[in-house]
């Protein structure tokens, strides 16, 4: 990344994996959080 990118990092996107044992539980406990979306990979 050079400085004529500009803010690049601010328009980034960001994706995370979280492992869980209980998908249906995982699902609920973080749809509750906010600022969280789901998506299928």
């Known amino acids: 990344m050079s ?3 500009g803010n690049a990092l601010a328009r980034a996107h960001v994706a995370t ?3 869980a044992q209980d ?3 995982a ?3 973080y749809s ?3 600022g969280v979306v789901f ?3």
């Open 27 to 29: 699902r609920r406990f």
């Open 39 to 41: 998506a299928v990979a």
């Open 17 to 19: 994996r979280l492992p």
């Open 3 to 5: 400085m004529a990118d």
């Open 32 to 34: 509750q959080q906010p």
């Open 23 to 25: 998908l249906d539980r």
